[in-house]
């Protein structure tokens, strides 16, 4: 059966052909990534709430699910039934989150499909729980913007309340994981990015005022606990959630919110900057708070790349861009330069793979417009012959790629390609940066 487009998405298709009239080879691209979300992941279930399978996986994470809907957002402005599945998406991961907050993937039913050997506090419900500092962040920033973009405060309740108090205490405890956390991860005849060390404690950190994660956006486990992108993104939703209390009068969780985001970014500022020999001061990607640090970035969001797309710092913060001429260069050790495009790849996937969301976030973080329309070619001539996007390619064969049915990519292109046109979500850094650009010209 064939899904039938709402008006208001064909609206924002019909923009971008507008935008692009000489360049059908795009046009398709757009279209065809841009209902990818909507017309094959997307899952209305019977008590209001809404699926979202990640596209060949058919279990949904809390972080994709939120990205993939993101840029329905801007059609949700003006289509009530858009807002309406979109809320219910939220819904869905609020009841997630408080099944169990170090899960990072569920069943759409207490099915117990998934990695249900994992040694670790498993459920029927749960496809996987690798626990992830994003996983918390992505929901709340999500159900921000939607207030943000249709006006509805329905979804700041008490829902939302125990919501936040459910990540308070958990991000509370993990600011000493070696004394105070509960959670311990194994699984047994994997590669080693997919289990814990120490009997599934992880490796060891002292406290920072940072919060400790198992494992990077890329499901890969992490080499040291605190992971500075994911903190970075838990400072901004906090942010979030304080403002979104003043809705429902709650002063106390407010406060909560504020203190602890000053913790975190104290902790950022202390420990995870570094002054490179090459490219000055930085941030790092990861720290264990005694020193040893990681230089990298990972292609998946959060990311160093991404710190003003998220809304950590300003585009222009000095620190910021140091940090992105280290991480565009040789000296990232998952940079590739290739015959089709240059980019950000990830341990995750193949050596020499440049992933679509990395292409994505570095044209969204950009004020370059030359730098725009290099990335728009790499999207262009990187599908693999598709029209899609995928999660890797080979930077000399795009042909090769890992994941021909992965939504999250496809959105993070559409997202890409609506900027460009000055389009973006109301709420979000990057629409307060296109305002900002189209003020100065």
């Known amino acids: 059966m064939t899904t039938v487009i709402p008006e208001s998405m064909q609206k924002l298709i019909q923009h971008v052909k507008e935008f692009f009239p000489e360049d059908e080879k795009l046009q398709h691209m757009f279209e065809q990534c841009f209902v990818n979300t909507y017309t094959t992941?997307?899952?209305?279930?019977?008590?209001?709430?809404?699926?979202?399978?990640?596209?060949?996986?058919?279990?949904?994470?809390?972080?994709?699910?939120?990205?993939?809907?993101r840029p329905y957002l801007l059609a949700a402005e003006e289509d009530e039934e858009m807002a309406t599945l979109l809320e219910g998406v939220i819904r869905q991961q609020f009841d997630f989150i408080l099944h169990d907050p170090y899960a990072n993937a569920f069943n759409q039913t207490a099915n117990g499909k998934g990695h249900q050997t994992d040694l670790t506090k498993m459920t029927p419900h749960i496809w996987e729980r690798k626990y992830e500092i994003d996983s918390l962040c992505y929901p709340i920033q999500l159900a921000y913007l939607f207030w943000k973009s249709t006006g509805r405060t329905t979804l700041i309740n008490d829902t939302f309340k125990q919501v936040m108090e459910t990540i308070i205490q958990v991000w509370r405890t993990e600011q000493d994981h070696?004394?105070?956390?509960?959670?311990?991860?194994?699984?047994?005849?994997?590669?080693?990015?997919?289990?814990?060390?120490?009997?599934?404690?992880?490796?060891?950190?002292?406290?920072?005022?940072?919060?400790?994660?198992?494992?990077?956006?890329?499901?890969?486990?992490?080499?040291?606990g605190y992971l500075v992108p994911a903190n970075m993104f838990a400072v901004v939703i906090l942010g979030y959630a304080a403002e979104m209390c003043d809705v429902i009068n709650q002063t106390a969780l407010k406060e909560e919110c504020l203190k602890l985001r000053e913790e975190i970014q104290s902790g950022i500022e202390q420990y995870a900057k570094l002054d490179h020999p090459i490219h000055g001061d930085m941030f790092v990607y990861e720290t264990d708070g005694e020193g040893r640090v990681n230089l990298m970035d990972d292609a998946n969001v959060p990311s160093l790349l991404a710190a003003p797309y998220l809304g950590y710092l300003p585009y222009g913060d000095p620190t910021y861009l140091n940090t992105r001429s280290f991480l565009l260069s040789r000296d990232n050790p998952y940079y590739y330069e290739g015959k089709y495009a240059n980019g950000i790849g990830s341990p995750h996937t193949p050596d020499h793979y440049i992933w679509h969301i990395a292409l994505a976030i570095q044209g969204m973080t950009t004020t370059s417009e030359e730098e725009k329309q290099e990335i728009l070619a790499y999207f262009k001539q990187t599908d693999g012959g598709t029209n899609f996007m995928h999660e890797g390619f080979d930077a000399d064969c795009p042909e090769e790629f890992t994941r021909d049915w992965f939504a999250w990519a496809n959105t993070m292109f559409s997202e890409f390609v609506l900027s460009l046109t000055g389009k973006a979500v109301k709420?979000?850094?990057?629409?307060?940066?296109?305002?900002?650009s189209h003020s100065n010209l």
């Open 41 to 69: 992941t997307l899952k209305k279930q019977e008590d209001g709430k809404t699926f979202v399978i990640t596209g060949d996986i058919p279990a949904m994470w809390l972080r994709d699910s939120a990205a993939q809907v």
């Open 178 to 224: 070696e004394n105070h956390s509960p959670y311990r991860f194994e699984r047994t005849d994997c590669r080693q990015s997919d289990t814990l060390i120490r009997e599934g404690k992880g490796g060891r950190v002292v406290p920072t005022g940072m919060t400790w994660s198992a494992f990077r956006p890329s499901d890969d486990a992490c080499t040291y």
């Open 427 to 436: 709420g979000s850094p990057l629409y307060d940066q296109l305002m900002k």
